[in-house]
Nanobody
């Protein structure tokens, strides 16, 4: 069974930084892309940043230049480093992974971690 465990959320003042981490466990699962999404109260879940198996990164326009994403292939972890945080970055952040296991395409979500940015 594939599991994603997120950590690193919390409360930070505007202009501050946080780093979120996501660890992927589960044997036989070949990871393709790792993605961070976020969902603010009353809003849809939106892509924040993604990195695929080739190391290509993609960012939402709202976080370009402020957030970075990195993955450790050996440890099967993904980090989202968030700088210059704004109150509008407040949301629950979710880790998402897709890939192959036993010839089947699978996608999995983490449980989410709260990020709150105060003014």
């Amino acid at each position: 069974q594939v599991q994603l465990v997120e950590s690193g959320g919390g409360l930070v003042q505007a202009g501050g930084s946080l780093k979120l981490s996501c660890a992927v466990s589960g044997s036989g699962f070949s990871i393709n892309a790792l993605t961070w999404y976020r969902q603010a109260p009353g809003k849809q879940r939106d892509l924040v940043a993604a990195i695929n198996s080739g190391g290509i990164r993609n960012f939402a326009d709202s976080v370009k230049g402020r957030f970075t994403i990195s993955r450790n292939t050996t440890k099967r972890t993904i980090d989202l480093t968030m700088n210059s945080l704004k109150p509008e970055d407040t949301a629950v952040y979710y880790c998402h992974v897709d890939g192959w296991r036993d010839g089947r395409w699978e996608t999995h979500w983490g449980q989410g971690t709260q990020v709150t940015v105060s003014t």
